[in-house]
């Protein structure tokens, strides 16, 4: 019976031929494993920009070039936001940001009287409606 398990486990090898694998992926390197490429999708403002208009004046219409000049905006708006967020919290040396940091992010990426228009409007929307009536 030894002889049996012996005669089964020995083979030769030669220079010449490769060993056979034992998985069930070969690894070929001339042939490279192809995945599929995720899509990645841009970030577009434009579903709520419609939806915004719907709330606020349902009556307008927007051209798909007023359209895609307002996503362009607010997309150039929030590149400038995530720019300043993230030197706020390089200084700062904390992750989590915090309404003052907003409100501060805010003062450097708006000129003007934009700037406290838009205070005003961020301050209503993140505390309660009481301390404003």
Same mark, same amino acid.
């Given at each position: ?17 490769p060993i056979p694998s034992t998985s069930t992926h070969d690894f070929n390197p001339v042939q490279r494993i192809r995945r599929k490429k995720q899509r990645r999708e841009e970030?577009?403002? *434009?579903?709520?920009? /419609?939806?915004? @208009?719907?709330?606020? +004046? ?8 007023? $359209? ?24 700062? *040396?904390?992750?989590? /940001?915090?309404? @003052?940091?907003?409100? +501060? ?8 009287? $934009? ?19």
């Open positions: 019976m030894m002889d049996f398990f012996q005669q089964e486990t020995d083979f030769e090898v030669k220079d010449d031929e970030l577009s403002f *434009k579903p709520y920009i /419609l939806r915004m @208009k719907k709330i606020v +004046s349902p009556g307008l219409k927007l051209s798909s070039n007023a $359209l895609e000049d307002l996503d362009n905006m607010l997309s150039n708006v929030y590149q400038m936001y995530c720019s300043e967020f993230q030197l706020l919290s390089s200084h700062t *040396k904390i992750k989590t /940001l915090s309404d @003052k940091d907003v409100e +501060s992010a805010t003062k450097l990426c708006i000129p003007g009287n $934009l700037k406290t228009k838009a205070m005003d409007i961020g301050r209503r929307s993140v505390f309660p409606q009481e301390v404003y009536k």
